[in-house]
């Protein structure tokens, strides 16, 4: 069975930082592109930052110049470093990851628990 988990979420005043977490674990034989996906009260679930298993980035044009998304792979995880916070980054985050389980013939993609960042003004 195949987890990802998230940490590192919280409060913060805007021009804050914080630094989020993603760990997959279990039967994994190899992980592809892994990222951070998020979802405002009322809002559709948007892509913030991907990564691919070779280091590609990509970043939503709102959170360019603020946020880098990097991964150790040997460890399965992926972070996102966020700086200079502003309240509409507020938002529940939630970590994705496209991989092969072990035995699995075909790409699966995996979503974390989610973990709240809430900026205040």
Known sequence: QVQLVESGGGLV??????????AASGSIFGINDMGWHRQAPGKQRELVAA???????????????RFTISR??????VYLQMNILKPEDTAVYYCNARLYPLGATQLLNYWGQGTQVTVSS
């Open 51 to 65: 990564i691919t298993a070779g280091g590609s980035t990509n970043y939503a044009d709102s959170v360019k110049g």
């Open 13 to 22: 005043q805007a021009g804050g930082s914080l630094r989020l977490s993603c």
């Open 72 to 77: 150790d792979n040997a460890k399965n995880t």
